[in-house]
């Protein structure tokens, strides 16, 4: 081999190089300079944007699955850590192993218990964290208007749903490891050989561990390698295929403890067809698109759409899928790779949640904006490249800084949609009443908003929110539930048992329920009645308090003060707050020592 081809083999790819100087903008190797200036005052714009526009959500509460992570004793417990790595089922209603998610909300409720603004800081500096990676690999990776593309991720509202609800902290953190190894293998792939290209590469598969452990989506990792690869060489070879391969094995053995994981907990088959999961899939992928455009009318649960393998629309947008996939293929050599990677890495990190397998959440709906947090940065490459390339070729400067004019705005917009959007997620009441507005028939909304209702102490305005959410489903135990209680609130006590029966025939032995009826025969004075419930409620839900503080009050009202303060003593064991059972306790003792002095 002659030395000029030696030379030409080792000198680095063109988009490498533009890389190196798109990195030198932001990290020069001279601290102190106007550069490193430069970089420093983007690099804070960035935090800044990330941090501003979700500033309404510091204020905000715990809202709808929260609870999940509220009420883990795993989580209040200091042995607790231990179950959330080895005993996870512990966690109730939650069927997925993302230990590190939980171990999160384990080191918060030391620092600050349960007070929400802590956990929605955690939430918004991780999401500054991300969008400061996003900036860093769009670089490495010679996005034209790499720091535009990070501002737009960091104010684009269909973030908010995975910034601004804390549940969605597996987004967040699941990102953060995703990027990081990202960026890790991208060292790795600059210097593949020596010590160093060896750590870089440990690091990124350590990195995607830990991802697969805060939320498995971020499986398809390995394939964004590929996608990167080729957008900067033109091809992959055997080589890369090896080394990409242990991530490929790691990610598909999590993922496949965590689906059965799943399925042991919740298994589920909705009975979609091959045909019936393209629909789907192909129509996600430009619903998603298009709330990425114009992230307008965002419903957190949007309505299904009907499936069949008869209705052209659907075969529309299968085929509209396929043409934009060859147009981008067969117009590279003109184009360039860039937009069929972007839009190759849209569909393949979205591929997860396109109804090619059943998830819970296709009950509720086909699509969520929590789904495409990772995924949306491959359109945002596409589209804000090409404007800053089409801006770079204008003819006068003036031109160019209308341009910049215009980014501004864009970006204000969607920062003031997203500070909007963020508000929505305030408290349950706020979230439940938006997603009806938008979509009445969203499955459980009414229920919830009934719930939440309830919390803030309107009955009136729950019981109407239970008797839609029963209209809608009326095999919704919950939604009767409900009702009952605030029937009972409003002292409506015959209404309420009525409701409470009509929940229990639906699931006997469901503890709310049991209590609840328990509850609404003490206030009518059928006490002998409501003891059999409290103990029922009792055999459902040993831990509770509730029923042994209500049969104590129930024996209290029969004179059976010694019956009832062994209940009572049993409820402040369980629950030693309880300050009403505390007072309802000295009564009885008051009675016993009085019956003793006769």
């Known amino acids: 081999m002659s030395r000029r081809k030696r030379a030409r083999r080792r000198r680095p790819p063109a988009r490498r190089e533009a890389a190196k100087r798109a990195a030198s903008d932001s990290l020069p190797s001279a601290p102190g300079s106007r550069f490193a200036r430069r970089g420093t005052l983007a690099a804070l714009a960035l935090a800044a944007l990330a941090v501003g526009c979700y500033l309404p959500a510091l204020l905000a509460g715990f809202v709808w699955d929260d609870e999940v992570f509220t009420d883990?004793?795993?989580v209040r417990d200091w042995d607790g850590l231990w179950r959330i790595w080895f005993s996870p089922s512990e966690i109730e209603d939650e069927g997925h192993y993302w230990p590190l998610v939980y171990t999160s909300f384990w080191l918060e409720h030391k620092l600050w218990g349960f007070a929400p603004a802590g956990y929605h800081a955690v939430n918004v500096l991780l999401h500054a964290a991300n969008t400061l990676l996003v900036r860093r690999l769009a670089e490495r990776l010679a996005v034209p208007g790499a720091w535009l593309v990070a501002a737009v991720f960091a104010v684009h509202p269909l973030h908010v749903e995975s910034v601004a609800w804390i549940i969605e902290r597996k987004d967040l953190l699941s990102g953060l490891c995703y990027l990081a190894a990202f960026l890790a293998w991208l060292r790795f792939v600059d210097e593949p050989r020596g010590g160093r290209g060896g750590r870089h590469y440990v690091l990124a598969l350590a990195l995607f561990v830990a991802g697969m452990l805060c939320k498995s989506i971020v499986v398809t990792l390995p394939a964004a390698f590929l996608i990167a690869l080729w957008w900067e060489r033109g091809r992959v070879t055997g080589g890369d295929l090896s080394r990409v391969a242990p991530f490929f094995v790691v990610g598909a053995a999590i993922a496949a403890a965590d689906v059965s994981f799943y399925d042991a907990r919740e298994p589920l088959s909705l009975g979609y067809t091959a045909v019936d999961r393209l629909q789907i899939a192909a129509r996600a992928l430009w619903f998603y698109a298009g709330k990425l455009l114009w992230p307008g009318g965002l419903a957190v649960i949007y309505p299904h759409w009907e499936v069949s393998a008869v209705d052209p629309v659907a075969w529309g947008y299968v085929v509209a899928t396929v043409a934009v996939a060859a147009v981008l293929w067969f117009s590279r050599g003109r184009v360039g790779r860039g937009p069929?990677?972007?839009?190759?890495?849209?569909?393949v990190t979205l591929s997860p949640v396109l109804g090619f397998v059943d998830y819970g959440y296709m009950q509720f709906s086909f699509v969520a904006d929590r789904h495409q947090y990772l995924a949306g940065?491959?359109?945002?490459?596409?589209?804000?490249g090409a404007a800053v390339r089409g801006v770079g070729r204008l003819p006068a400067e003036v031109w160019r800084r209308c341009a910049g004019g215009a980014a501004a705005v864009v970006l204000a917009v969607l920062a003031a949609l997203t500070w909007r959007h963020a508000g929505v997620y305030r408290d349950g009441v706020t979230l439940f009443t938006h997603v009806v507005a938008h979509n009445p028939t969203a499955r459980g909304a009414q229920q919830n908003l009934g719930k939440a209702l309830l919390d803030r102490g309107r009955p009136e305005e729950a019981l109407a929110a239970s008797r839609a959410a029963a209209e809608q489903e009326p095999d919704d135990v919950k939604a009767h539930a409900n009702a009952g209680v605030a029937l009972i609130r409003m002292g409506r006590l015959e209404e309420a048992e009525e409701r409470l029966r009509t929940a229990l025939a639906l699931d006997p032995r469901h503890p709310v329920v049991l209590q609840n009826l328990?509850?609404?025969?003490?206030?009518?004075?059928?006490?002998?009645?409501?003891?059999?419930?409290?103990?029922?409620?009792?055999?459902a839900d040993p831990g509770n308090a509730l029923p042994h503080a209500g049969m104590g009050h129930a024996l209290f009202g029969l004179g059976r003060y010694e019956e009832a303060l062994r209940s009572l003593d049993r409820a402040l064991a369980l629950a030693p707050r309880l300050k009403s059972v505390r007072t309802m306790r000295d009564s009885a003792l008051s009675r016993l020592r009085r019956a003793g002095d006769r």
Do not use: C, P, T, W
Not at 341 to 346: D, E, H, I, T
Not at 518 to 536: F, I
């Open 340 to 347: 069929l990677s972007g839009v190759l890495f849209f569909a």
């Open 72 to 74: 883990a004793a795993a």
């Open 518 to 539: 328990a509850e609404s025969l003490r206030k009518q004075e059928r006490l002998d009645e409501a003891l059999g419930y409290y103990r029922a409620a009792m055999e």
């Open 377 to 384: 940065m491959g359109l945002m490459a596409v589209l804000v």
